[in-house]
């Protein structure tokens, strides 16, 4: 997994706050299904600024890493929400991308929201580095960088800015290039999510699972962090069939800017900073929970209380 943020402090007061949570997250994702990560706060191209950063950091990663068959990259802005999940790599056997969107929206409205380029997976391959060298041709350190611009506001028509994006970019060699026929646009499951529709629901999931666990005795045991992926299995088995039950995978707070502040005018920062701290709440009691302690209130991350074992019986 390769993540980051930018080499110098946040100018929002409680932006490194957030960030250091947020990465505290991926950590105990990571940590519980046996990933490595790769937390990056350097530069790498000094003209590859703002979202293109991440394309050196990917290429960087994969370098470094031949033995790594997937690349996961995960904005430093999205937080797992469903700690037990795995994605189901099997499915993307013929695939060497793998981006959450809706494939029907890209081809019939040409949306350059049809797809979200803050999470994806990335085969280690030499399909990937060319992709890259493609992907990042569109970027501001190329001489072709406003032409782009031009480019792709003529082919999407709801685009909110004339500069060439890295979204905008993927979707347009998505759609018009041979590299559509390796990229996946996964909807059947929160690859990434928008917070603004899902955090509302967390108590109600909650009472989901709890109700859940209440009647299937092997999930209430007391166990070890190291086997939990056993006991995901058992959840697997319950939640099958039951796709509305499930905790979203990845909550990505889109627009919200943690670490400048200057979030999108349709919402406050107080709204983004409250939902960070309940989401990153939620998925900690997730990790807390083979640990014997929760937080009992979301929006109170500083107060844990120890739980009985056999809860919630």
């Avoid at 030499?126 to 493609?134: E, I, N, R, S, Y």
Wanted: overall charge negative.
């Amino acid at each position: 997994m390769v993540t980051g943020s930018q080499p110098g402090p946040c100018k929002n007061p409680i932006g490194d706050h957030l960030l250091l949570k947020l990465f505290k997250n991926k950590v105990d994702y990571c940590r519980s299904h046996g990933i490595d990560i790769f937390y990056n706060n350097a530069l790498l191209h000094p003209q590859m600024f703002s979202f293109w950063a991440k394309m050196a950091a990917v290429r960087a990663a994969m370098l470094a890493h031949p033995e790594a068959e997937w690349i996961w990259w995960v904005d430093s802005d999205a937080a797992f929400t469903d700690m037990d999940f795995l994605p189901p790599l099997p499915r993307y056997h013929r695939h060497n991308m793998v981006v959450h969107g809706w494939a029907h929206l890209l081809k019939q409205k040409h949306t350059w929201t049809g797809i979200n380029a803050g999470v994806f997976l990335l085969r280690n391959s030499q399909w990937a580095l060319d992709f890259l060298d493609m992907w990042a041709s569109m970027g501001p350190q190329s001489p072709d960088y406003a032409k782009w611009g031009q480019t792709l506001s003529s082919v999407f028509k709801d685009k909110i800015f004339p500069e060439s994006d890295d979204q905008s970019g993927l979707i347009y060699l998505y759609l018009k290039e041979k590299w559509g026929e390796k990229i996946y646009v996964e909807d059947e499951y929160y690859f990434e999510g928008y917070w603004l529709e899902i955090v509302p629901t967390f108590e109600n999931i909650t009472a989901r699972y709890m109700e859940i666990e209440r009647n299937v005795g092997t999930l209430r045991r007391r166990h070890a962090e190291k086997v939990s992926e056993g006991y995901a299995r058992v959840w697997e088995e319950q939640l099958k069939g039951k796709e509305d039950l499930r905790r979203p995978f990845i909550t990505h707070f889109t627009g919200c800017q943690p670490c400048t502040g200057n979030h999108n005018r349709m919402y406050s920062g107080d709204s983004c900073s409250d939902a960070m701290i309940k989401a990153l709440a939620f998925a900690d009691n997730q990790v807390l929970k083979n640990y014997g302690f929760m937080h009992p209130d979301l929006h109170d991350p500083s107060t844990v209380i120890p739980l009985p074992f056999d809860y919630p019986a």
